[in-house]
């Protein structure tokens, strides 16, 4: 099976079968959309939570919000429906430890707009690992819309099926 591995501030999309991964998820959010009833999965690695807050510099795959409506373009045309995708986040870790300024809360503001800007396009979230302090890494199998993350978090791996 063949393998698409999505970079930081990137995405990609497959239908029918295929496996769909990204490495290193710390404070980034990786967000897998899938439509069951066609097979088409993506997946999104955002760096950064809003384009507008940032200028809309540059690449617009590596911010949450502006990121999601290109994953979900490309999903429709391979023959998606948005109000049949159903949504898996991951990441949103809190790599600076104890620091707590709001600069260095890019994974938790990360996961909040991944949320809201999911909710307001209508996809529902079936599933979810945030938070912490460990990197992940996802596996997403565009056959069955399962993903398998693996996090590395005080020197324990931990591997759950979604």
Known sequence: ?????????????????????????????????????????????????????????????????????????????????QRRLEAKIFGGAQMFGHIKTEQLMIGKRNVEVARRELRKMGIRIVAEDTGGRGGRTIYFDVSTGKVRMRMVSNGRVIEKLY
Not at 6 to 18: L, P
Not at 31 to 56: F, M, Q, S
């Open 1 to 81: 099976m063949r393998e698409i591995k999505v970079g930081i501030g990137d995405y990609a999309v497959a239908k029918n079968n295929g496996i769909i991964s990204t490495y290193g998820l710390g404070s980034c959010v990786g967000i897998t959309l899938y439509d069951r009833t066609k097979k088409v999965g993506g997946l999104l690695h955002a760096l950064l939570p809003e384009a507008e807050h940032y200028g809309r510099r540059g690449n617009l795959a590596k911010y949450v919000d502006t990121g999601l409506q290109l994953l979900v373009r490309d999903m429709v045309k391979l023959g998606a429906l």
